[in-house]
């Protein structure tokens, strides 16, 4: 018999993020056999293959949800990016203003504080995130989980092909370091990008605790 | 009988092995009898899965045990074939049976 707790950070990942709708006996299952001797490997693989597979089955069975699903997070990103840009030159043009009063003083903070224009950005950014993910929360229940995580899988994918595409083509020449000084700003919109994808997460609902939802079925 | 409502082999194998487990017949002990059985190692994962299905063709019911310590507090699933998906199971064991029949490959035993 095998006393230890299973891992904590892979039990966790499977209870938010398995798709099947037996997920809690599965976690149980696994929690079973892991005391009966397995090794954290076997529960890490377990793990593992129990999202995927988990995620595979509910997308085959709803394949035309799914590509909806894609295809509405996408729009929704690309009307939030669209917005995103307006605020930044909305901004831009304040700062570049000379507004008396209180656009004045707000133009002011923006221009001596940097670091408050940029926090003001990435909360916006992190609201459109969150955003997108409550929406396709609303939209896609029962199935809310596998579509939003297909939407995130997308555009992880679309992300890690856009920066290495970006950096590796187009240097920044004005660095000393034109080469290393992409790959920075690549790993920088990776980070931001990976910032906004938790928030997404966290939108759909998908980061709460669910065993109160499993034990009442 | 539509091609959605035909028994894949691992959903055979799981329904198979149900039918041997007979009421005890809950995730652990399924895994647990197909790979002694199969000498394979299984998800759990794909156990489930395949259980879902067999659910959605109403071949299996399910229903929940009590939740116990040694799982954490979560409840067993318990799983029986149900009266249709037994007489698919005999449908598929005559068709395969069938197909067997009078293959000189299969005679013997040799691989």
């Not at chain 1, 995927?52 to 085959?60: F, K, T, V, Y």
């Not at chain 1, 409550?134 to 199935?143: D, G, V």
């Not at chain 2, 652990?28 to 959605?56: F, H, Q, W």
Request: aromatic fraction near 8%; glycine fraction near 10%; proline fraction near 3%.
């Amino acid at each position: 018999m095998n006393g230890n707790q299973p891992p904590r950070i892979a039990k966790w990942l499977l209870s938010h993020f398995g798709c099947s709708p037996n997920n809690d006996a599965v976690i149980g299952d696994l929690d079973e056999r892991y005391r009966q001797g397995h090794s954290r490997l076997w529960y890490w693989t377990q793990v593992f293959k129990g999202i995927m597979i988990s995620l595979a089955q509910e997308l085959g069975s709803h394949k035309l949800v799914a590509l909806t699903a894609v295809i509405t997070g996408w729009i929704l990103l690309l009307v939030g990016m669209l917005l995103f840009r307006a605020v930044v030159a909305s901004l831009n043009t304040l700062v570049r203003s000379n507004q008396p009063g209180n656009l004045g003083f707000l133009r002011e903070t923006l221009m001596f504080h940097r670091n408050i224009s940029l926090a003001v950005l990435i909360g916006i950014s992190c609201i459109g995130w969150t955003c997108i993910g409550w929406i396709l929360q609303r939209l896609y229940r029962p199935n809310d989980k596998a579509m939003v995580l297909t939407f995130v899988i997308t555009v992880v994918a679309a992300l890690i092909s856009v920066t290495l595409a970006v950096s590796i083509q187009q240097p920044i020449v004005s660095s000393p370091h034109p080469q290393w000084a992409s790959i920075t700003y690549g790993l920088v919109g990776i980070c931001g990008n990976t910032l906004g994808l938790i928030c997404l997460i966290m939108g759909a609902g998908l980061l709460r605790d669910t065993r109160s939802q499993f034990a009442r079925h | 009988m539509t091609k959605h409502d035909q028994l894949g082999s691992f959903e055979l194998m799981v329904i198979l092995t149900l039918m041997r487990l007979g009421e005890n017949a809950y995730g652990v002990p399924i895994c647990e009898e197909l790979e002694k059985r199969t000498g394979r190692d299984v998800a759990i994962g794909s156990v489930y899965a395949a259980l879902e299905r067999l659910e959605d063709k109403s071949f299996v019911t399910s229903e929940l045990g009590e939740p116990t310590a040694e799982r954490g507090g979560r409840a067993k699933k318990y799983f029986h074939v149900t009266a249709r998906g037994l007489k698919e199971v005999r449908e598929t064991q005559r068709s395969l049976v069938k197909l067997w029949n009078g293959l000189p490959e299969l005679q013997g035993g040799r691989a």
